[in-house]
């Protein structure tokens, strides 16, 4: 399970920006909104992105699709890459 995502300067995204699904001290419906991971440890169980339009909530979603790629093409070995083109 992902805690905290954060992502700074990719396509719009310049300042970091950054997604915690820590949950906060309030006790409303906990147990409807939040997991227990292990003792002690509770995530929220769902996350919303909002704001005005273009103002690059899809680029945040395309940030955790980039990561997510990135982690599952892990190189096998030492001399095999990754096959991601860096931005110049």
Do not use: C, H
Request: proline residues 3%; neutral net charge.
């Amino acid at each position: 399970m992902i805690a905290e995502f954060t992502v700074e300067n990719f396509y719009s995204i310049r300042s970091t920006q950054k997604i915690s699904f820590e949950p906060s001290s309030d006790s409303f419906m906990l147990d409807e909104y939040t997991y227990e991971v292990k003792d002690g440890v509770r995530l929220l169980k769902v996350g919303i992105i909002y704001g005005a339009n273009a103002s690059g909530k899809s680029n945040v979603l395309e940030a955790i699709d980039f990561f997510k790629m990135l982690v599952l093409r892990v190189p096998k070995g030492r001399n095999d890459t990754t096959r991601v083109v860096p931005f110049y």
